[in-house]
């Protein structure tokens, strides 16, 4: 009887296990959506050798490479459109500097096979694009136009940072690449 019973009992939970185990698998409804960004893309294409006293610090949806520096400095690389000369006016525009008509007298550097041009401000910093204002800010910045694009990378920190690390933002850009084969 005993014997009996135990076979029973066994039986019973194998036969719980597998009918759990037999469950309809659940529907699962997507109803949001967004477009893909740069950083889940994965696709910008860029290569570049980040200066060892920086930090890498993930992409961001406008950012393709995003690096810090010091305390508080950053740099990012980033698309752009609009032209040159309102991207440049717009960065001079955050530390309350005149508008420029031309981009000509402004120092050139080589950047993705083309010549970009270098923006330089320092001062008190107005805010904007998700950062908070500052005083005694700085900023240098090289946009190129690479087709319908501008590719821009930008330096932010204390005046006294950036002023210290242009020339290796500098090296950094002239070392910038497109992958091969990418369009």
Aim: include cysteine; charge should be positive; charged fraction near 20%.
């Amino acid at each position: 009887m005993f014997v009996h019973s135990f076979r029973l009992i066994c039986i019973s939970m194998l036969a719980v296990a597998l009918c759990a185990s037999c469950r309809k698998a659940e529907k699962i409804v997507v109803n949001e959506r967004r477009d893909l960004v740069v950083a889940d893309q994965g696709n910008h294409s860029l290569l570049a050798v980040m200066p060892p006293e920086w930090r890498q610090v993930p992409s961001t949806e406008f950012r393709m490479l995003n690096y810090r520096f010091g305390e508080s400095g950053e740099v990012f690389v980033g698309r752009s459109r609009g032209g040159l000369l309102p991207n440049i006016n717009r960065w001079l525009g955050q530390f309350g500097k005149p508008a420029i008509e031309s981009e000509e007298g402004l120092p050139k550097v080589a950047m993705l096979g083309q010549m970009g041009v270098l923006v330089s401000a320092s001062g008190d910093f107005a805010g904007g694009m998700g950062r908070a204002a500052r005083k005694d800010a700085g900023l240098a910045g090289i946009i190129v136009a690479i087709g319908e694009q501008l590719i821009t990378v930008k330096m932010m920190g204390s005046a006294s940072d950036v002023a210290a690390e242009q020339e290796r933002l500098i090296k950094f850009c002239e070392g910038l690449r497109i992958e091969a084969g990418a369009q």
